[in-house]
């Protein structure tokens, strides 16, 4: 949830080790007709084969997966639709920590390091818009339990707690006996953000969230991407220390014995100062330039007016690249996240270029760089279209469709999105699905802004929203092998998968076959 000769070229021009890294591709494009498991199974063997190494962003395994998606549009003959040919030049910057950062609780005279990436991992980016965090902090630890205020069973850990100039432990987890139900409520994603919105409101020096039960595999997930992040280079000088307003915040494990913790923890959970225990965290960062590249291409409209707007399909190349082993497996394949949409769009592009009668509207195929590290390549392109952006006339976008039950699909955005500018859209999915021979039961459970696992501003669909272009993302689900080496190719339902790409073909068709916009 992200990606020879002349395009080989316009790679190489921001990346001068293209030509060494980037193998050609000799597989025969299909000839004209529908999509077929088969071609998915093909393309998505070689596109999240070990080779390409998780095709992390900010490395030249990501660039080899844009070198295959360029090649094979240039053989298919769409238009380049880049700013060099098939490609998008994105800025972006490399970031990791410097030997120079420590984290350590200083106590009774002795300093006990905390180590950065295994035990605590600083979150310093919290997404586009929001303002850094800072990157310092000093001060007494107070130990804020599992931070809930609740009836059932009966435990307030804010009651009387300092918090004001502090440094907040709090661990996101839950107390021995509660239900399972409300446990896994308590370990989730979400429940990270919940706390922070009631501690952070009290401006604490610094916030450590200890993640517990299902949540340290989140941290092992999470940490490795923390450590070697990749955000947008900007041209805005870089915020001074003195004037971050969002406190320090440090994600990690509970591990017995830690200073972090009380002495008597698990079994003494309960909400307390950690008297003489003192937090020192300083980190730096070392930000390397490097350039990243959405892909693009064109399958014009027949048209001679409205072939100058466009229908939208997206998907990300990149996943996350090598992580640490899991049953001897490294490589992160993100076969379904989203090396599924990736090979998806492939032929969706393939079968509407090959169409003896183009639709009305012209087709804009978009492969995103950087959607693991932030949704990086979709925020750079509605920013700096290489198209009119009011020509865009609605994305469809295609994030992980290859898993789940056969008939589960969900649809993002007719609900979800603002001032319904989606809801007409979410019809026209409705009414092509409904008149497909095997039609999805379509799932809105995650259409929702307020949702709490967020999936609406999860993928690269939402930058386009907040350009006011309609828009409906479609995905089968989470699965247990997110973000995980096992996320392989050999779990994809390729049937499936290509009944999703064929409902992506007639949902685009409908949309740029219609003289009028869908709002």
Known sequence: MRRRALVLLALASGCASATRTAAPTTVEVPTVGAVTAEEL????????????????TGTVDALRAATFIAERLQRLGLEPAGDSLFVQHVPMQKEVFSANSSIAVEENGRTRPI???????????????????RRSADGEIVFLGYGMTSANPRRDDFAGMPIEGKV???????PPGVDSARREQLEAQAAISERLGKILPQRPAAVIVLLAGKGHELFEQTAPQLLRSVSLRTNAPEV?????VIPMIILGVPVAGSPLLPAGWPTDDKAQVLRGRTLHAKVDQVKTSIVGFNVLGIVRGSDPVLNRTFVAFGAHYDHIGVVPPVNGDSIANGADD???????????????????????RSMLFVWHV????GLLGSSYFTDHPTV???????????????????????????????????KRL??????VNAASATPFKLNREWDSATHPEHIYERSDHFNYARKGIPIVFLTTGLHDDYHKPSDEVSKIEFAKMARVTRLIVEVGRAVASSPARPR
């Open 388 to 422: 009119p952006i009011d020509s865009i006339v609605a994305q469809i976008n295609a994030d992980m469709i290859g898993r789940n039950a056969d008939s589960l699909l969900y649809i993002v955005g007719p609900l979800a999105a603002p001032n319904n500018q989606s």
């Open 168 to 174: 907040v432990v709090v661990v996101n987890g839950a």
């Open 338 to 360: 989203d090396g599924s949409g990736s090979v998806a769009l492939l032929a969706a592009a393939r079968v509407m270029q090959q169409a003896p009668t183009k639709p009305k």
């Open 426 to 431: 979410g019809a026209i999915v409705d009414s």
């Open 41 to 56: 199974r093909r393309d998505l063997s070689a596109f999240a084969a070990d080779s390409m190494r998780g095709r992390e």
């Open 370 to 373: 950087g959607e693991e590290k």
């Open 240 to 244: 001074p220390e003195n004037e971050r």
């Open 115 to 133: 180590p950065i990436g295994s035990e605590v991992a600083p979150l310093l980016n919290l997404g586009t818009g929001i303002p850094p965090t």
